[in-house]
């Protein structure tokens, strides 16, 4: 059999087990209302927690960008890549998470993968929590560090794999979400903090999810717990409306990082534009109270809501919404159903969650309208009452 034969038993393979992913496109802008195929449905399924992705002050300062300092930044950063842009935003990007320094990423997957291929080796051990996303998962098989994986927020084992297998390592780091984005609940920040610094690791926290979400001004769950961990991932792809994301850490660190993380020295830098944007979203993210507050309003009343109808919908916090259903063609088959009455919720199928826990992932932002939220509610409903 052929190369191309093999991949397309591999590809039918993937629709038996009904895996196979085609996702709709979307015309226009994003935003709690969305246009697919003709159609106008509501979005419940969009990481654009704070509905910046269109806002006017980002599409200005992206506009005045263009028009000044051009499109791409021309070659890699350590090349002639480097613009006034991207040092300014990653000076304010780090003062927002209250770090020394950060440095600027093509994408939340490249920070991870640049920042642990980096940082550790085989001489190193991770310990990674369980649910970790699978750009952490990947950092960690391409450093080639010794992993172990802890239960996921389970301080008691963490420990123990730290007291078993610290002492053999040169370097040691655990490595944590802060809001899983499958699951929608939080790590124990504290906790991962005291174990890291009573066994000598370091530690790691991904804010994708959670920046702009949660902590004062939007500063995340470590701001929230008061936790400084020794590296800091935030993406600007979510709640900054944008794309990229930045690694934010100590100037020794950031150096570091900056001379030997091979995503960010093999990669064409982040267009100047891109720099501005999260300038002026910064700007904006802390200054949202008001639509952190609908935020949390919309996910919890959706979580009791859902809850009263008697789906399984997990305990979490912030604007990630769960509901499990098991088999991945149900799932499917519910998020179909919810798209014909004008709600867009994608189901979530293994290999990125566990299998058995096929689930309509939704999420909330803050410019959905109450009467949104009644209306995606309504949706389950009738399809509860049909069966």
Do not use: W
């Not at 969305?34 to 300062?61: D, E, K, M, Q, W």
């Not at 507050?293 to 604007?319: S, Y």
């Amino acid at each position: 059999m052929g190369f191309q034969s093999q991949i397309q038993e591999a590809l039918t393979a993937l629709e038996r087990a009904g895996l196979r992913r085609s996702p709709p496109t979307i015309d226009g802008p994003q935003g709690p209302v969305v246009r697919i195929a003709g159609r106008t449905v509501l979005c419940f399924c969009s990481n654009n927690y704070l509905g910046l992705a269109g806002h006017p002050a980002i599409r200005a300062a992206a506009q005045a960008a263009l028009d000044q300092e051009g499109a791409g930044a021309g070659a890699s950063r350590l090349i002639s890549g480097t613009m006034t842009a991207h040092g300014e935003a990653e000076a304010a990007l780090a003062g927002f998470v209250g770090q020394p320094d950060a440095v600027l990423f093509s994408s939340g997957y490249a920070a991870n993968l640049g920042a642990l291929q980096a940082l550790v080796g085989p001489e190193d051990t991770v310990f990674s929590d369980a649910l970790n996303h699978a750009s952490l998962i990947d950092g960690c098989r391409i450093s080639r560090a010794e992993i172990h994986v802890y239960r996921h927020a389970d301080l008691e084992h963490l420990e123990a794999l730290l007291a078993s297998h610290r002492p053999k390592a040169r370097r040691a780091l655990v490595l944590t979400d802060s809001l899983f984005s499958m699951d929608g609940d939080v790590a124990p920040l504290r906790g991962l903090a005291e174990l890291a610094r009573r066994y000598d690791a370091g530690l790691m926290v991904d804010e994708a999810h959670a920046l702009g979400v949660f902590g004062p001004e939007g500063r995340g769950l470590a701001a929230a717990e008061g936790v400084q961990p020794d590296l800091l991932v935030g993406t600007l792809g979510k709640s900054f409306g944008l794309a990229g994301a930045f690694v934010a850490a100590s100037e020794t660190m950031v150096t570091y990082l900056r001379n030997r993380a091979r995503s960010f020295v093999y990669s064409t830098a982040p267009p100047p534009m891109l720099a501005r944007a999260a300038l002026a979203a910064l700007s904006l993210v802390q200054g949202a109270d008001d639509r952190r507050a609908r935020l949390f309003r919309h996910a919890e009343r959706l979580r009791r809501e859902l809850r009263d109808l008697g789906l399984d919908v997990p305990p979490g916090t912030g604007p990630i919404v769960p509901v499990i259903i098991g088999e991945n063609r149900s799932t499917m088959q519910f998020s179909e159903a919810l798209l014909n009455r004008g709600v867009f919720v994608q189901g979530i199928r293994p290999p990125t969650v566990a299998p058995g826990s096929a689930r309509l992932r939704l999420t909330v932002m803050a410019t959905h309208e109450e009467k949104q939220i009644v209306r995606a509610i309504e949706a389950f409903t009738e399809i509860i009452r049909e069966g």
